[in-house]
T-cell receptor, first 115, second 115 residues
Framework: DTGVSQDPRHKITKRGQNVTFRCDPI?????LYWYRQTLGQGPEFLTY????????KSRLLSDRFSAERPKGSFSTLEIQRTEQGDSAMYLC?????????????FGQGTRLTVV | GNSVTQMEGPVTLSEEAFLTINCTYT??????LFWYVQYPGEGLQLLLK?????DKGSNKGFEATYRKETTSFHLEKGSVQVSDSAVYFC??????????????FGSGTQLTVLP
């Protein structure tokens, strides 16, 4: 399978614990995005990487959130001291370089439940 | 800022009925416009797109026309099937180079097609 893959698919954690999610984009895609989707809503932008550089962060990304893409390939999203409000689906998407390339390819997401 | 407003659901239709899901947007400049579909248990998939005014995107019998004068991108299908049951998201992406060009999504419309 050469699509975007995310791991794990589901995560249940206790409030206050730290969690980390992984995204493996399509290999030749240098642009990588994280989105958060809550029930009944569309995905909301969290952060953007071009290669290994994190170029944009949404105001939704509080200090408890950190994302990395150390070698410009896979990316991780860490949430520290999780809160119940962090419960959501976390989506990763990738796009190849080029102004005319607009289609984002999404992974299946990681569903986080904070109890 | 950019925003997308789409018709609230849920929408329930009988097989072979005509479908319209309304979508309007607010954006500076001329964004690219998209419809994404999310089937149960799956990730977001691009259904169709249009990158400039008066373009018509089409795929799998679905169509949408980029209307700059009404800032709309309504999704239509002449005869829906049970397999079209899914959540449909309208989205936009700015064209400008040098920015993240992240997607801004509507809240989604749940479509159920009954046999």
């Amino acid at each position: 399978d050469t699509g975007v893959s995310q791991d794990p698919r589901h995560k249940i954690t206790k409030r206050g614990q730290n969690v980390t999610f992984r995204c493996d984009p399509i290999s030749e895609h240098n642009r990588l995005y994280w989105y958060r989707q809550t029930l009944g809503q569309g995905p909301e932008f969290l952060t953007y990487f071009q290669n290994e550089a994190q170029l944009e962060k949404s105001r939704l990304l509080s200090d408890r959130f950190s994302a990395e893409r150390p070698k410009g390939s896979f990316s991780t999203l860490e949430i520290q001291r999780t809160e119940q409000g962090d419960s959501a689906m976390y989506l990763c998407a990738s796009i190849p370089e080029g102004l005319l390339n607009t289609e984002a390819f999404f992974g299946q997401g990681t569903r986080l439940t904070v109890v | 800022g950019n925003s997308v407003t789409q018709m609230e659901g849920p929408v329930t239709l009988s097989e072979e009925a005509f479908l319209t899901i309304n979508c309007t947007y607010t954006a500076t400049g001329y964004p690219s416009l998209f419809w994404y579909v999310q089937y149960p248990g799956e990730g977001l998939q691009l259904l169709l797109k249009a990158t400039k005014a008066d373009d018509k995107g089409s795929n799998k019998g679905f169509e949408a026309t980029y209307r700059k004068e009404t800032t709309s991108f309504h999704l239509e299908k002449g005869s829906v099937q049970v397999s079209d049951s899914a959540v449909y998201f309208c989205a936009l992406s700015p064209i400008s180079s040098g920015s993240a060009r992240q997607l801004t999504f509507g809240s989604g419309t749940q479509l159920t097609v009954l046999p």
